[in-house]
């Protein structure tokens, strides 16, 4: 990671210009009332720093949600034509500020990062301390899913029920909300319908267009009584595509099945 300097600064970040209007800018500037508060997500393996608005969830919003500033840097948006809750680094080890051309399109963009101690944070500084104060290591709910994911065997052949509850609740307690599709997995392939329809509807309200957490609520709402919406669910997500998210159903529940 690169430190920033007086004529490399970490606030320096632009969006390619013509992306957001002078107009827009202001507005988002008189209406917005609160900086958003990051959850961060550092995978040493795949050399990635992800950073979104607590509450929210990376995957499953659809098409047209990210604006791409470099090959390794991308805002996620709250909306079409929405403002950025997020971002993700690829190559993170070796970020770089990016430079493009009129500062006032980035300038308006600040965070809080609790877990770092910043306020009032470009995406730069962010990302700069992550890299200082982590020194490579993975955030703890990176670090727990490595534990649900590790060795390749399935989880119920290394861990006991309450064990995978625990390591889940511990995941979510970090402020990672994709837990909520673990424990809706853990609680159907351990018989409690009831609750894990609670946590998987509450993953799908975060990632609308998560196919995974769509198909296996499905399953849930069959397993509750419920076919008619466990067929509705299942004829909306044949259109959509999986993302990294079918690993956890897949560790998780199919895994349990089998």
Same mark, same amino acid.
């Given at each position: 990671?690169?430190?920033?300097s007086?004529?490399?600064?970490?606030?320096? &970040? =632009?969006?390619?210009?013509?992306v %957001?209007?002078? !107009?827009e800018?202001?507005? @988002?500037?008189?209406?917005?009332?609160?900086?958003?508060?990051?959850?961060?997500?550092?995978?040493?393996?795949?050399?990635?720093?992800s950073?979104?608005?607590?509450? =929210?969830?990376?995957?499953?919003?659809?098409?047209?949600?990210?604006?791409?500033?470099?090959?390794? %840097?991308?805002?996620?948006?709250?909306?079409?034509?929405?403002?950025?809750?997020g971002?993700? +680094?690829?190559? %993170?080890?070796?970020?770089?500020?990016?430079?493009?051309d009129?500062?006032? !399109?980035?300038?308006?963009? /600040?965070?809080?990062?609790?877990?770092?101690? &910043?306020?009032n944070?470009?995406?730069? @500084?962010?990302?700069?301390?992550?890299?200082?104060?982590?020194?490579?290591?993975?955030t703890?709910? /990176?670090?727990?899913?490595?534990?649900?994911?590790?060795?390749?065997?399935?989880? %119920?052949? =290394?861990k006991?029920? *309450?064990? +995978?509850?625990?390591?889940l609740?511990?995941?979510l307690?970090?402020?990672?909300?994709?837990?909520?599709?673990?424990i809706?997995?853990?609680?159907?392939?351990?018989?409690?319908?009831?609750?894990?329809?609670?946590?998987?509807r509450?993953?799908? !309200?975060?990632?609308? $267009?998560?196919?995974?957490?769509?198909? +296996?609520?499905?399953?849930?709402?069959? =397993?509750?009584?419920?076919?008619?919406?466990?067929?509705? &669910?299942e004829?909306? *997500?044949?259109?959509? @595509?999986?993302?990294?998210?079918?690993?956890?159903?897949? $560790?998780?529940?199919?895994? $349990?099945?089998?």
């Amino acid at each position: 990671m690169n430190t920033p300097s007086s004529e490399n600064r970490v606030d320096e &970040l =632009r969006f390619p210009p013509g992306v %957001f209007s002078t !107009r827009e800018i202001q507005r @988002h500037q008189a209406t917005a009332p609160l900086r958003l508060r990051l959850v961060l997500d550092h995978d040493p393996a795949a050399d990635t720093l992800s950073a979104i608005e607590f509450g =929210r969830v990376p995957f499953g919003q659809g098409e047209g949600r990210r604006i791409k500033i470099t090959n390794d %840097f991308t805002f996620q948006i709250d909306a079409l034509g929405g403002w950025p809750v997020g971002f993700d +680094i690829q190559q %993170f080890s070796g970020f770089a500020t990016a430079h493009f051309d009129e500062p006032e !399109r980035i300038e308006f963009l /600040r965070f809080d990062a609790p877990l770092l101690g &910043l306020t009032n944070a470009s995406a730069d @500084h962010v990302a700069f301390e992550a890299s200082s104060q982590l020194a490579g290591a993975p955030t703890l709910a /990176r670090r727990l899913w490595q534990e649900i994911h590790s060795d390749g065997q399935r989880l %119920f052949d =290394r861990k006991s029920a *309450a064990e +995978i509850d625990e390591l889940l609740l511990r995941i979510l307690r970090a402020g990672d909300m994709t837990a909520h599709l673990g424990i809706g997995a853990q609680r159907l392939s351990a018989g409690d319908t009831q609750l894990a329809v609670e946590h998987l509807r509450t993953y799908t !309200r975060l990632a609308p $267009s998560s196919r995974a957490g769509l198909e +296996i609520l499905a399953v849930a709402e069959k =397993r509750d009584g419920n076919s008619l919406a466990a067929s509705d &669910l299942e004829t909306y *997500a044949c259109d959509l @595509h999986y993302e990294a998210d079918r690993t956890i159903v897949d $560790s998780i529940f199919a895994g $349990s099945e089998a």
